[in-house]
């Protein structure tokens, strides 16, 4: 077993690593190299401190994670099905937490689907401690809709220019700096004489699945969503890490059902 920084390979064979390691994985995960690029750029991973592991001639496993200098991020961590329970896993968590001690890092920050027991239990066997958790949620475009919003009170923004107004409280995944580097995501707010009041969305349509980045909780919030809704009619939308009951709630009366649950887990280094 070797293990190896992620830049000493390229970016297709990583998202090949990455493929094959999240097969089984609980929710959809498929890059290609365009996509794994946007997801380095978009959530300020570092392939110099990211590893991958070698293990009988073959590349089997990975490790991507970025630094702000004082928190490290865990943004995807996996051993293709073949070589798991070899404790391959266990070695790469270790050197990742290792080489950040050995930079200054302070502390290190993961995000685990709180059914993948395994995962969990490894973290914790790392002293990992829960910290929050996070309720995301999936929906179609079928609830009783209000009013439209007027045409005239919905302005076209680049997501970097909600950055004053941005709501606080979110999961390392949507964090401002991530939010300022949506270049792909569309972002709409009201204007300030909309009756709705003030709200905002920050959203991707991608082939008719919606992501829903981000989306004031509110009247504006649901105008804005419906508006967006009219225009694309996406078959399916989804929303990961909501900041609060307030939030949950929200898209419950919408009609968004529960989907993937996140816990977020830190360990002092």
Not at 10 to 36: G, K
Not at 72 to 84: E, S, V
Not at 238 to 243: F, L, Q, T
Request: proline share 4%; net charge negative; charged share 25%.
């Amino acid at each position: 077993m070797t293990i190896l920084t992620a830049s000493s390979i390229s970016l297709r064979e990583l998202a090949t690593i990455f493929n094959q390691a999240f097969t089984d994985y609980m929710i959809e995960v498929y890059f290609t190299d365009p996509s794994l690029e946007e997801y380095v750029r978009r959530h300020g991973l570092d392939l110099e401190t990211s590893l991958v592991v070698e293990a009988d001639g073959l590349m089997v496993g990975l490790l991507l994670c970025g630094n702000d200098g004082t928190t490290t991020w865990n943004a995807g961590m996996g051993i293709h099905p073949r070589w798991r329970r070899r404790g391959l896993g266990s070695d790469l968590l270790d050197a990742w937490l290792e080489s950040s001690r050995e930079a200054g890092i302070r502390r290190a920050l993961l995000e685990v689907i709180k059914q993948n027991l395994v995962a969990t239990n490894i973290y914790r066997s790392r002293d990992f401690m829960e910290v929050r958790t996070y309720q995301g949620f999936e929906g179609r475009s079928g609830w009783q809709r209000g009013p439209a919003i007027h045409p005239d009170n919905v302005e076209y923004v680049k997501p970097g220019d909600l950055a004053s107004v941005y709501r606080k409280g979110h999961s390392w995944q949507k964090r401002p700096a991530v939010m300022e580097r949506l270049d792909e995501f569309r972002a709409i707010r009201t204007t300030p004489d909309t009756p709705e009041g003030a709200g905002y969305l920050i959203y991707e349509n991608a082939a008719g699945l919606m992501y829903i980045f981000d989306l004031t909780p509110n009247r504006a919030g649901r105008a804005l969503l419906e508006h967006v809704v009219r225009l694309e009619v996406p078959r399916l939308m989804r929303m990961v890490n909501a900041i609060d009951l307030v939030e949950e709630d929200f898209y419950r009366e919408l009609g968004f059902r529960p989907w993937i649950r996140n816990l977020e887990m830190v360990v002092r280094l």
